[in-house]
């Protein structure tokens, strides 16, 4: 995203003109609430209350005051056209925006942020929607169209099932498909991104795919989701060890081989299919040791001679032939009829 902002004003000086026309407590109090001085923390109602022995009813009724005065005063009107940039830069963002991306893409700098976001609070033109469980902090500056990109997420998240992962590209096809009526000029990646964050209950894991923020698939926790996204990426059967490297690289977590095995053998999403080579259960690959292996592929087949039962096991098994057929050998899970096909005992 671009951070390079270019505004045709300087945000702390604007403040400064507006604060001027209110008085030294109410300016005291705006200050203090939207973090507009030195410090750039922002104080709570009781804390400004307890510093002028006042409720903190009162501090909410002396903040109000001061807002609506400023939007009163000459020097709100001589504002209007930074407010009216601002307005524009918004709608060029895509209309509606979380409030940490649009802070973010304003300013890196946490003072300068807190100076824009008095300018949000303090402008008629922008709307502020409180975080909920479906949505971020956010601010827009059209109403229809926030409806419309709110309604085209849930259904997205509606379509995505619980453990769903999807390449940004296809989420962003689909997302289209359902936007496909609004104006074209939002219709690019930079923009849908910033409309897809607005979400709390869509999210990307750190490979870069998509899934419903609830999944371990996207909300990775420990070294058993961080392998299965591991395994799962890299689409064939893995060894641990690469598999704990893998993790450290694309998760900047330290995986221990030896904990990473030892959580590979407890989780039923993978399956050891080799010498310490692991795949995932999704991928069809049957469970259990070499024996049971040839146990399920004769349960499925019916009897089987030497060399399909050969060529069946080793589709499940990276193990060399020997190792098959030592198993089979063995009289007390298997014997071989007069056909030299081998039922299970």
């Known amino acids: 995203m671009n951070n390079k902002v270019t505004l045709s004003f300087k945000p702390k000086e604007v403040t400064k003109r507006l604060l001027a026309v209110i008085s030294k407590r109410g300016q005291d109090v705006l200050i203090s609430r939207y973090g507009l001085g030195s410090k750039t923390g922002k104080l709570t109602l009781d804390t400004i209350g307890k510093k002028y022995d006042i409720t903190r009813e009162r501090v909410r009724q002396i903040e109000n005051h001061s807002l609506i005065s400023i939007r009163k005063s000459k020097a709100y009107k001589d504002a209007e056209p930074i407010f009216a940039e601002l307005k524009n830069l918004i709608s060029n963002?895509?209309?509606?925006?979380?409030?940490?991306?649009?802070?973010?893409?304003?300013?890196?700098d946490v003072s300068t942020q807190n100076h824009f976001h008095f300018f949000l609070v303090l402008g008629e033109g922008f709307k502020h929607e409180k975080e909920d469980e479906e949505f971020k902090h956010h601010w827009h500056v059209d109403a229809e169209l926030s409806d419309k990109i709110k309604g085209a997420l849930r259904k997205l998240y509606s379509k995505l099932s619980d453990d769903e992962l999807v390449l940004e590209g296809d989420l962003i096809d689909s997302f289209l498909e359902e936007i496909k009526d609004l104006n074209d000029k939002y219709k690019n990646?930079?923009?849908?991104?910033?409309?897809?964050?607005?979400?709390?209950?869509?999210?990307?894991n750190p490979l870069g795919e998509w899934g419903r923020s609830s999944s371990s698939n996207v909300n990775a926790k420990g070294v058993r989701d961080f392998a299965f996204l591991v395994i799962r990426k890299h689409g064939s059967p893995i060894h641990f060890k690469e598999v704990a490297k893998a993790i450290t690289q694309y998760f900047d977590r330290k995986a221990h081989v030896a904990t990473t095995h030892n959580e590979l053998i407890k989780d039923p999403r993978f399956v050891l299919v080799g010498r310490g080579l692991y795949a995932l259960s999704e991928w069809g690959y049957m469970s259990g040791v070499v024996k049971d292996v040839i146990?399920?592929?004769i349960e499925k087949e019916g009897p089987l001679n030497k060399e399909k039962i050969l060529e069946k096991a080793l589709k499940e098994r990276y193990v060399k032939e020997n190792t098959i057929l030592v198993n089979l050998q063995n009289p007390k899970y298997f014997k071989k009829d007069r056909d030299n096909r081998y039922h299970n005992v």
């Open 93 to 108: 963002l895509g209309g509606i925006i979380s409030e940490k991306d649009l802070l973010n893409y304003l300013s890196k």
């Open 189 to 204: 990646e930079e923009v849908i991104k910033r409309w897809l964050s607005l979400s709390h209950k869509i999210g990307k």
């Open 295 to 297: 146990h399920k592929i």
